[in-house]
């Protein structure tokens, strides 16, 4: 206890349409304003997504992250860490774009290929449009793949790039996969690897499933061989696992792309709400959250100036 902790902010991305809930964001301005209010609030870590400013369909685009990374960059110093999971449909090469591009500090790394089923939302009544439930209903048939050839081919990118990667790793099996690419001098510890848990087609998010992967983790890696945090899909799986996070020294990511509520029976009306009460967590439990500046410490991550985005880039 008394360890500092790095929030995480998922602002929006590609497990939720914007039906499901009116504060997403979807256009480029939305996303800047809210990875900014979520820093204000908190988060030293804004994890990225785009989206089609007049669909909210999930999108690769990379003019799109231009304008976001340099709009959040222009308005705080949050690590910004865009995805390199993409969307439903998208080309490893599209996943990967925004490595050589604009070279950023941190960005995601999927440890291995899962079923990703998301058209559970189809059964909630909602007013869809017809990309939208297009769109829920083809994951039925998604393979969210990342073969070993593509986990060499990232692991060749984040080296390029010179970025650390966040690892996220859905189910207990990926733990092997990142050791094997550990073993193969692919990956340079110290690793960062983020749980995500409660994706139909991966694990679950209960805290059984939590300590079976870090316990897991601990023996192929090594125990203090890594830092690690906890993303937990719905309102029970993120603040649940953000509880337990807390508890056995690990991080926390919160935000919209992966839960809609601020209470079991409120939706929460802005990503700044969910990393507030993150905030309020971490310090009833004596875990003081912190800034940027002491999370690029902990993380030895290369700075902001040694990247592509804005003006004051490496470029």
């Known amino acids: 206890m008394n360890e500092p902790v790095?929030?995480?902010?998922?602002?929006?991305?590609?497990?939720?349409?914007?039906?499901?809930?009116p504060f997403i964001p979807v256009t480029p301005a939305e996303i800047i304003d809210e990875a900014a209010a979520a820093h204000e609030a908190g988060a030293a870590i804004i994890h990225l997504h785009v989206r089609d400013p007049r669909t909210g369909a999930p999108s690769a685009d990379p003019a799109l992250f231009e304008e976001v990374l340099t709009g959040i960059a222009e308005r705080c110093d949050a690590i910004l860490q865009p995805t390199t999971g993409g969307g439903?449909?998208?080309?490893?090469?599209?996943?990967?774009?925004?490595?050589?591009?604009?070279?950023?500090?941190?960005?995601?790394?999927?440890?291995?290929?899962?079923?990703f089923g998301l058209f559970g939302i189809l059964d909630r009544q909602?007013?869809?449009?017809?990309?939208?439930?297009d769109y829920l209903e083809s994951s039925r048939d998604y393979v969210f793949r990342?073969?070993?050839?593509?986990?060499?081919?990232?692991?060749?990118?984040?080296?390029?790039?010179?970025?650390?990667?966040?690892?996220?790793?859905?189910?207990?099996?990926?733990?092997?996969?990142?050791?094997?690419?550990?073993?193969?001098?692919?990956?340079?510890?110290?690793?960062?690897?983020?749980?995500v848990l409660?994706?139909?087609g991966g694990n679950t998010a209960d805290l059984d499933q939590l300590l079976h992967m870090l316990r897991t983790a601990e023996r192929r890696l090594g125990q203090g061989g890594f830092t690690w945090s906890a993303a937990g899909v719905g309102y029970r799986g993120e603040f649940g696992l953000a509880t337990a996070s807390l508890l056995l020294?690990?991080?926390?990511?919160?935000?919209?792309?992966?839960?809609?509520?601020?209470?079991?029976?409120?939706?929460?009306?802005?990503?700044?709400?969910?990393?507030?009460?993150?905030?309020?967590?971490?310090?009833?439990?004596?875990?003081?959250?912190?800034?940027?500046?002491?999370?690029?410490?902990?993380?030895?991550?290369?700075?902001?100036?040694?990247?592509?985005?804005?003006?004051?880039?490496?470029?």
């Open 249 to 315: 020294g690990g991080h926390v990511r919160v935000g919209l792309e992966d839960n809609l509520r601020r209470t079991p029976t409120e939706m929460a009306g802005s990503n700044a709400e969910l990393v507030a009460k993150a905030v309020q967590l971490a310090r009833l439990l004596d875990r003081p959250p912190i800034g940027p500046a002491e999370a690029r410490s902990i993380l030895g991550l290369k700075g902001s100036s040694a990247t592509a985005i804005g003006a004051g880039s490496a470029t």
């Open 198 to 200: 409660g994706v139909l």
């Open 126 to 133: 909602l007013d869809l449009a017809d990309w939208e439930r």
């Open 88 to 115: 439903i449909g998208m080309t490893i090469e599209q996943r990967a774009d925004v490595l050589s591009r604009f070279r950023p500090e941190m960005a995601t790394f999927n440890a291995g290929s899962i079923n």
């Open 146 to 195: 990342n073969s070993f050839a593509n986990l060499e081919f990232m692991c060749e990118q984040v080296r390029a790039a010179q970025t650390k990667p966040e690892i996220e790793i859905y189910d207990v099996g990926q733990i092997n996969n990142v050791a094997h690419l550990l073993d193969a001098g692919l990956l340079t510890p110290p690793l960062h690897l983020q749980f």
């Open 6 to 21: 790095i929030i995480t902010c998922a602002v929006t991305g590609g497990m939720t349409v914007p039906s499901q809930s």
